[in-house]
């Protein structure tokens, strides 16, 4: 088993930053890369970023390209999303994810995961 636990939501104003820290604890060497989804109020959940622990390989939407950085810190087992320049539209509860595939094209999928956070809710006001 594998226990992830988000922290770091919050409210902010749109154009504001906010950095999201999920560690990971457990088995988490059964693991090959980690994630971020989001649900927002009334919509499905959606994909936001992907990492790779062995090897720095990065994924991410369109949406958040170019605002969002995700990044890992092995030592800790602890993966990070870096948000800048939010848009009320990034309001959504935001959950990481671990996932034993291999593929990167596996990894915009949240089927494909096998173990998941609680979520943090991120409130960006206009």
């Known amino acids: 088993q594998v226990q992830l636990v988000e922290s770091g939501g919050g409210l902010v104003q749109a154009g504001g930053s906010l950095r999201l820290s999920c560690a990971a604890s457990?088995?988490?060497?059964?693991?090959?890369?980690m994630g971020w989804f989001r649900r927002a109020p009334g919509k499905e959940r959606e994909f936001v970023a992907a990492?790779?622990?062995?090897?720095?390989?990065?994924v991410y939407t369109d949406a958040v390209k170019g605002r969002f950085t995700i990044s890992r810190d092995n030592a800790k087992n602890t993966v990070y999303l870096q948000m800048n320049s939010l848009k009320p539209e990034d309001t959504a509860v935001y959950y990481c994810?671990?996932?034993?595939?291999?593929?990167?094209?596996?990894?915009?999928?949240?089927?494909?995961?096998?173990?998941w956070g609680q979520g943090t809710q991120v409130t960006v006001s206009s």
């Open positions: 994810a671990a996932t034993s595939h291999d593929a990167t094209r596996a990894y915009s999928t949240s089927a494909n995961y096998d173990y």
């Open positions: 457990g088995r988490t060497f059964s693991t090959s890369a």
């Open positions: 990492i790779r622990w062995s090897v720095l390989s990065t």
